[in-house]
């Protein structure tokens, strides 16, 4: 089921972030030779950031041709985040604009897909809860050095990872601009049967340098009407365009346009400009600021896969799955990219199920904890197995159960793995036990000799046998012992032995030691001395004896 929480329901995010000190980071390159390759490493850092860990996420990107203002509009969003969107956050007149990198002229700069170092933390006014925003910039499309494909497989890895896709274009909203969106609606359709939950939330095409105001006005209204007008449906229009209309009103939650008015001219031809704002013309800063702060208001838009809002974990296998699909030289169709995010939903609820047995088996018996009982080890291991499962079951997932059951299989082999080292590790931690069989059994010598001694003194020498006997068995059990964990032979043998002066140390040394210490310290308490100190006190509180 969804998880997604009413609109009005929401009202305004509140952020919970401090200003910090970020930087691009790139975590998919394209190689010479056209591949694309994710850096893993980078990925993960930003998606296991203390802040971030485990959190539900928001991705925003942007995505259109190259030399257009991504980047540079991204910047905006970055000032709006670290000043925690207060009032001013548009900043002063004369700041440059920094973040992720971006210049005029008319050669590409980003290249391939990059992201901010550092989540950003904001919390849903109604749930309260922290959600991480991550920022993408992409590589441009449509420059000389990029094929068709790695286009069109940057535009697709950054619409299926994100929340919010913006999707920048310019000067007007033309039938190529939505024909570059059909591999998504296809993709849309069969997910949609397979799953029946919209496959994306927020497409947002905006348009830069809108220069028709007098025909719909900037911003989100005259966007909403220039879309009505491009999706409208007539007669006389081909059956594939007529079916692109209806399947991308289905495949997003949120499907809207912005209009952008021109930043002036000094902004797009002086080479000297740097970002500050004065140099930037009023109607553009009034509209980057209200665009801005509506992908944050009324409500955050979480990242959702087969109607689930995903975590930062999740997050990981799915950027992992979607690399994989998008390696091969061919653009992948619909049904693989299907295949690929069915595989990654399950991989994503194993990851949930493995990372709860992981908690609670730290908890449990974890470095800092004392060593446990085996029998007790193994019985917490059963509960938390049984746990962990019922939480990889509860995770909706694509693909069917025949996939879901091979995912579920390779949990629980992680999981006896990771409980046989559990067992090493428990087993580590005893060395108290390992000295107390051989304790035990040497206890039971020398008070069996002892008592032998006494008896034959007191002319008794024929019950003294029973001693003996006693003596011996230990003797022999103890160099039986000595053997098997010196050779690591018949260690059933060894365990047995274990087993015996375990029952002995239980039963025996340990309640007559516990009843000893008491009482030591009960004594101590009732004659240690009052002492006089600077205020009468004996640091127990009242002077006195206690009883
Ligand atoms: N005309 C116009 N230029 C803009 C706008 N926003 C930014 N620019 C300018 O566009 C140029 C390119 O900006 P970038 O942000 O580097 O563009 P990009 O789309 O990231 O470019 P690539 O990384 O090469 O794909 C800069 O000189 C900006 O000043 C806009 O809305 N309209
Ligand atoms: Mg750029």
Redesign the pocket.
């Known amino acids: 089921m969804s998880g997604r929480i009413p609109t009005e329901e929401i009202m305004n995010t509140s952020f919970s972030s401090t200003p910090g000190t970020g930087q691009p980071i790139q975590i998919i390159d394209i190689t010479e030779d056209h591949k694309f390759k994710l850096n893993e490493n980078n990925l993960q850092q930003i998606l296991s950031h203390p802040k971030a860990r485990l959190k539900k996420v928001s991705i925003i990107s ?1 995505a ?12 905006f969003f970055l000032r709006y985040l670290n000043r925690n969107g207060r009032e001013d956050w548009l900043g002063a007149d004369d700041e440059p604009l920094t973040g ?6 008319s ?5 391939g897909i990059l992201m901010w170092s550092e989540p950003f933390i904001l919390r849903r006014n109604d749930t309260k809860e922290e959600i991480a925003v991550l920022l993408m ?5 449509f ?1 000389s050095q990029s094929t068709v494909k790695d286009c069109a497989t940057v535009f697709a890895l950054s619409l299926m990872i994100s929340s919010i896709h913006v999707y ?1 274009i ?1 000067q007007n909203l033309q039938e190529d601009d939505l024909q570059h969106l059909h591999l998504f609606t296809e993709y849309g359709k069969i997910a949609l049967e397979d799953s029946h939950e919209t496959p994306f939330q927020r497409l947002t095409f905006l348009i ?2 809108w220069s028709f105001p007098y025909e719909y006005s900037y911003g989100y209204e005259g966007g909403q009407a220039l879309l009505d007008k491009r999706f409208q449906i007539n007669s006389k229009q081909h059956q594939e365009l007529t079916e692109l209309r209806i399947n991308l009103k289905k495949c997003f939650n949120t499907l809207n346009c912005y209009l ?4 002036g001219l000094r ?2 031809t ?1 080479p000297e ?1 740097d ?1 500050k704002l004065k140099d930037i013309e009023l109607d ?1 800063k009034n509209y ?1 600021k209200k665009f801005v702060e509506a992908q944050f208001q009324p409500n955050l838009t979480v990242k959702q896969i087969n109607g689930r809002e995903i975590t930062t974990l999740e997050l990981f296998e799915y950027f992992r799955a979607y690399c994989r699909i998008f390696e091969a030289d061919e653009l992948p169709e619909p049904k693989s990219m299907l295949l690929a995010t069915a595989e990654a939903n399950n991989l994503a609820a194993k990851a949930i199920a493995k990372e709860f047995y992981m908690n609670a088996m730290e908890q449990h018996c974890g470095g800092d904890r004392p060593y446990m009982h085996p029998h007790h080890l193994q019985a917490s291991n059963v509960q938390i197995m049984e746990e962990a499962i019922k939480k990889f079951d509860l995770v909706p997932k694509m693909g069917g159960e025949s996939l879901s059951l091979k995912y579920l299989d390779e949990l629980k082999s992680e999981m006896n793995d990771l409980y046989e080292s559990y067992v090493k590790h428990n087993d580590s931690k005893n060395i108290f036990a390992f000295s107390r069989t051989a304790t035990s059994l040497i206890a039971v010598m020398v008070l069996t000799y002892l008592m032998s001694g006494l008896l034959e003194w007191f002319w008794l020498g024929s019950f003294s046998f029973l001693f003996n006997f006693v003596f011996w068995t230990c003797f022999f059990l103890l160099g039986a012992w000595i053997y098997v964990k010196y050779s690591g032979e018949y260690k059933e043998i060894g365990e047995y032995i274990d087993g015996l002066a375990d029952i002995l140390w239980r039963r025996v040394y340990q309640p007559i030691y516990e009843q000893f210490v008491q009482h030591a310290i009960r004594a101590m308490l009732s004659y240690a001395p009052i002492q006089d100190g600077p205020s009468g006190s004996n640091g127990r509180g009242d002077g006195k004896k206690r009883n």
């Open positions: 942007v259109g041709a190259f030399r257009k203002g991504k980047s540079f509009l991204l910047d992720f990198h971006w210049k005029g002229g050669e590409r700069d980003t290249t910039d992409t590589q441009g499309a420059d920048n310019t830069r340098d952008m008015p021109h930043p902004v797009c002086s400009f970002g553009f980057v």
